[in-house]
């Protein structure tokens, strides 16, 4: 979970001309309260479901979910003037997202919060500069895979839940993030791993305060607002193959492909 409050008051000596920067682009210019929650298209439903569930979808607050961009009119205005509307709450996938980009990105939103944040892993792909576009001050991210393939993903995931923090993607990977990867190789030098070891250290300094984990000893403990899962079980059960499967397994084998590999064992 990656996420800031108010991000705008969190600036960075070393990044602070670009923060202010971000900041008076993002500032809200209106009294408004509306939401947004991006999501994959198989949990749009869900999302608005629980928000329903939860009591935000009664009185003075309305939902409204878009799903797969199938849904062609822009999110509904909120109720009472520009100057002290009604709470409302925008579910979009997405996919919605590029449908609906226009309408999304014509508004002042009070929070945005991006669910399976790895979306936005590409910092060059369309959806990812889209939701960083959205005009709003709060901004969270949630994600299971911050990281799949290399720390630019984390970076393009941070540069949406703290604009700034981690400065721009060249900076980044000059002085973070190819040492940590050069620090990683089997024949790195003694001075490459400390240097790696240092700068993993500076990265987690700049993350821990926006970061929050669900360790697998926290879901142990029952705290005061959850309970404790049991812990995981695995069965490993073994099955015979049919006497179809096992005419192709073995047919595998026999293959040019895989029996010189054999042969050389």
Do not use: M
């Amino acid at each position: 979970f990656f996420g800031n409050p108010n991000w705008s008051s969190s600036i960075v000596p070393s990044v602070s001309a670009r923060q202010r920067q971000l900041e008076s682009a993002s500032r809200p210019t209106s009294c408004t309260s509306r939401h947004d929650a991006t999501s994959p298209t198989r949990v749009v439903s869900k999302t608005r479901a629980a928000a329903s569930d939860r009591g935000l979808d009664r009185s003075r607050t309305r939902a409204a979910a878009f799903d797969c961009g199938r849904t062609g009119a822009p999110p509904p205005p909120p109720r009472g003037d520009g100057r002290h509307a009604t709470c409302g709450i925008v579910v979009a996938s997405y996919e919605a997202v590029h449908r609906l980009a226009d309408a999304l990105l014509a508004r002042q939103w009070s929070c945005v919060v991006l669910d399976e944040g790895q979306k936005i892993r590409n910092p060059e792909s369309r959806v990812t500069r889209l939701c960083k576009q959205l005009r709003t001050p709060r901004r969270y991210l949630l994600s299971g895979t911050p990281v799949q393939n290399s720390l630019a993903e984390l970076w393009s995931l941070f540069d949406f839940a703290v604009p700034g923090r981690l400065g721009t993607l060249r900076a980044f990977d000059d002085e973070l993030a190819r040492p940590i990867r050069a620090g990683g190789y089997a024949g790195a030098r003694p001075a490459q791993v400390q240097l790696a070891y240092r700068c993993a250290l500076a990265l987690r300094d700049l993350l821990r305060p926006y970061l929050l984990r669900r360790t697998k000893a926290a879901l142990r403990e029952a705290g005061e607002a959850g309970v404790a899962l049991p812990p995981k079980t695995e069965h490993v059960l073994l099955c015979r193959l049919s006497s179809d499967q096992l005419a192709l397994y073995r047919s595998v084998l026999d293959g040019d492909d895989v029996r010189p590999a054999l042969e050389l064992r």
